[in-house]
């Protein structure tokens, strides 16, 4: 499990720490960094099974990821681990000064107190966009590599992370075939009624569980059903920016079948809820968790109630064998009533322009209420100012 992230020189992330469980929730005002926490974790989580361009995902370019915006910065991004030997990770990036070209990383791995530092890798420019590792190989043998043992096991701790903005009007479309390969969904959801396809061929009894948990949470649908249609595929996938096209053979298409009888109703014409829902137990009921999830505001399309429920699948994720760590961003006074103050992080923004953080069980301002109020209560009375300003008086400092 990943118990520690720090990140400098990120965007508006100078120098920001966030003490990590196993579900943890970022919380804060508009531009105040949260965003950017989930981008620079699912950067170095991406980092151990993608080119290095690919792993800092949206649009960007030169050193517009660098705070401020000087190329000469580096960002660097590490991590605690517990549980195993390999007890920590990081990363260390410079980028070009213009476009997507190149970038330097060095690769620092911490077993029980010692680090190993990797001879840095050169992005190089490769035959289409993306970006290229390549060893150099260093006279400095003050350094030595990590062995390949010890990054194979920071590549189990980090790989296959998904990070999701789920949009219900991509949940809801056809899928063409192969277009969501190894029950994958696209970070807006595109691929979803060929992932449940997937799903019911490979093992029908999970997927039977799925649908009675699904019909439990919404009494008024019978049965989801996927036939055959002709559906859409993903052409490009650029900077986070997806264009379809609708392709002559067919794919899957998600429909459900109503308690009230009549024909199956096609996802296009169910409430955004539902999809929503659906779509968080597909990925609880995969056969592979993925070993990190991140999550951009869960109660978005959701009714507050339902928020129950997609928490709680969150939760049963985190507690699978399989293990997943959970990290979201929420506005919702709702859904924050479901953490305990341990597992929230609060996210200011100084007027220097650095972002804050302070784990609200570090907070007297929420500490000494928890007994009567719920933290959404003592969010929303308090405000973030009041939480964020009560961990500096007591000489702990702003981190």
């Not at 979803?192 to 948990?213: H, N």
């Not at 009230?260 to 659906?278: K, N, R």
Request: one cysteine or more; a negative charge; proline letters at 5%.
């Amino acid at each position: 499990m990943i118990t520690r992230l720090r990140v400098k020189n990120f965007k508006a992330l100078r120098d920001v720490e966030v003490q990590l469980t196993p579900i943890h929730v970022l919380i804060g005002p508009n531009n105040s960094g949260k965003t950017s926490i989930l981008d620079a974790l699912g950067a170095l989580c991406r980092s151990v099974d993608h080119n290095l361009v690919e792993a800092f995902q949206r649009f960007w370019r030169g050193s517009e990821l660098v705070s401020e915006g000087e190329f000469m910065r580096s960002v660097s991004i590490d991590v605690d681990f517990t549980g195993g030997g390999i007890t920590g990770y990081a990363i260390s990036v410079c980028f070009a000064q213009r476009d997507r070209r190149e970038a330097i990383l060095e690769e620092e791995t911490i077993r029980k107190g010692q680090k190993s530092l990797s001879s840095s890798i050169l992005g190089v420019l490769d035959s289409s966009l993306g970006c290229t590792r390549v060893k150099h190989q260093s006279e400095d043998r003050r350094w030595a590599s990590p062995h390949p043992s010890e990054l194979l096991t920071v590549k189990s701790l980090l790989e296959g992370v998904r990070y999701y903005r789920w949009d219900p009007a991509f949940l809801g479309l056809p899928v063409a075939p192969d277009s969501a390969p190894d029950f994958r969904m696209e970070s807006n959801g595109f691929g979803l009624a060929l992932c449940l396809e997937k799903l019911r061929d490979s093992d029908q009894d999970r997927f039977t569980e799925l649908e009675e948990r699904f019909a439990h949470i919404f009494p008024h649908i019978a049965s989801i059903i996927l036939k055959p249609e002709m559906g859409y595929r993903v052409v490009e996938n650029l900077h986070g920016i997806m264009r379809l096209e609708k392709v002559k053979a067919k794919g899957e298409a998600l429909y459900f079948k109503l308690t009230t009888g009549g024909g199956p109703v096609p996802a296009s014409q169910i409430a955004d809820g539902v999809l929503l829902v659906l779509a968080y137990l597909a990925v609880l009921y995969l056969p592979e968790t993925p070993r990190v999830l991140l999550v951009e505001e869960p109660e978005n399309g959701v009714h507050p109630k339902l928020l129950h429920s997609v928490l709680g699948i969150l939760r049963e994720l985190v507690r699978e064998p399989s293990y997943t760590q959970v990290m979201l961003t929420t506005h919702s006074p709702y859904a924050l009533d479901l953490f305990k103050p341990e597992e929230v992080t609060l996210c200011t923004m100084q007027d220097s322009g650095e972002v804050k953080t302070t784990r609200l069980a570090d907070s007297p301002t929420v500490m000494n209420q928890t007994d009567v109020f719920t933290l959404g209560e003592i969010w929303t009375a308090e405000g973030d100012d009041a939480i964020a300003q009560a961990r500096e008086t007591t000489g702990e400092g702003a981190q």
